[in-house]
């Protein structure tokens, strides 16, 4: 699971979600927008989800 802070409304999630559902090896991904988490299952590269989301304006952090 990730932390993902920035998310304000639906939108944000959904984007967010549309971000991480495109990483090659992402089987799901679940968003609590009211926790700030993201719950990313698949054989994926956690760093590249982290760099990607990132990149489009939601700073996140691993958590395990």
Same mark, same amino acid.
């Given at each position: 699971? =990730?932390? %993902? #802070?920035? =998310?304000? *409304?639906? /939108? *944000?999630?959904?984007?967010?979600?549309?971000? %991480?559902?495109? %990483?090659?090896? $992402?089987?799901? $991904?679940? $968003? #609590?927008?009211?926790?700030?988490?993201?719950?990313? /299952?698949? +054989? /994926? #590269? /956690?760093?590249?989800?982290?760099? +990607?989301? !990132?990149?489009?304006?939601?700073? !996140? !952090?691993?958590?395990?």
């Amino acid at each position: 699971k =990730m932390r %993902i #802070d920035g =998310m304000k *409304c639906m /939108h *944000c999630k959904a984007n967010v979600e549309k971000i %991480i559902s495109s %990483i090659a090896g $992402v089987e799901s $991904v679940e $968003v #609590d927008l009211v926790k700030g988490i993201a719950y990313v /299952h698949g +054989q /994926h #590269d /956690h760093s590249e989800v982290e760099r +990607q989301v !990132t990149a489009n304006g939601y700073p !996140t !952090t691993l958590k395990v």
